[in-house]
Structure formats: C-alpha cells, structure tokens
C-alpha cells in the first residue's frame, strides 16, 4: 500500500481550511442571530411583565439586518491563521413609535408581545436544528475521508 503523495495531502488540507472556514461563517451568523434573539425574548418579556404597570413605555429590538450591517470581522494577521468570528454586535433597544396608549395608559401590545415571543423560540429551534444537521454532515464527511 502507498502513501499518498505530499501534493494530494496538501489539496486535502486546503478544501478542509475552506471547508472549517465557510463553517465558522454559518456558525457565526447563527451565533449572532441566537444571541439577537434572546435580547429580543428578554425585551418581549419585559413588554410583558409590565402590561398593567401605568406609563410603561413598550420597548423593542432593532431588525436583525441592522445588527448584521454593524458586525465587522476580525482581521487575519497571516494567511495561514484560521479566521475568527466577528466582534459581536448587541442590537439596540428602543421604545416601539407609533403605539397607543392601551387602557393601563401605557403603551404594551400584549397580542403583538406574545407574538413576538413566540416567534422568537420558533427561531432558535430553527437554530438548533441547522446546528444539529451541520454538525451531523461534518462527522459524516470526516468518517468517509
């Protein structure tokens, strides 16, 4: 049995790094909309507990492309380094414009709340389950190498 030679092994070795590379991409974005999410749950929560509290101003969390547009990635000082995940940008929070005074006379959507809530577990058991895919893709690729 030969080995194989230097040329093949350095072909492998350069589709992995692009391969580890184009994960840590998907792995970073995931990373940044599940933390986005959960300030997002923690602020629909608050919005929430404070539904009968007079003069609550509702707060909520700027869209998620936002947050992305401000995300800056972190230099590679050689080319040979693997890259890093990009500086993590927490989304701002802010009172929602344009609500109305609800019948506590603060400014608490209940139906747009719990909505929101709800919508935000759904995501990250979307999150949970690419990750769960990606990785059981990636050991499956390395058993076949």
């Known amino acids: 049995m030969s080995l194989p030679s230097f040329d093949i092994f350095s072909a492998f070795l350069r589709s992995l790094r692009r391969i580890i590379k184009e994960m840590s991409n998907i792995f970073n974005l995931l990373f940044q909309k599940s933390q986005y999410l959960d300030v997002s749950s923690s602020v629909e929560t608050q919005n ?3 539904i009968q509290r007079p003069g609550y101003q509702a707060q909520g969390v700027e869209p998620f492309d936002n947050v992305l547009g401000r995300i800056k990635p972190m230099t590679i000082s050689h080319p040979k380094h693997m890259p890093l995940p990009a500086v993590s940008n927490m989304p ?10 609800t019948l506590s006379s603060n400014s608490v959507n209940l139906y747009r709340s719990l909505n929101r809530f709800s919508q935000n577990q ?15 893709t990636f050991r499956k690729a390395l058993l076949r190498s």
């Not at 701002?92 to 005074?101: A, D, E, L, V, Y």
């Not at 759904?122 to 059981?136: A, K, M, P, T």
């Open 48 to 50: 929430i507990a404070n």
């Open 92 to 101: 701002r929070i802010m009172p929602i414009p344009g609500q109305t005074s």
């Open 122 to 136: 759904y995501d990250q058991g979307g999150i949970v389950n690419i990750l769960q895919s990606l990785g059981q």
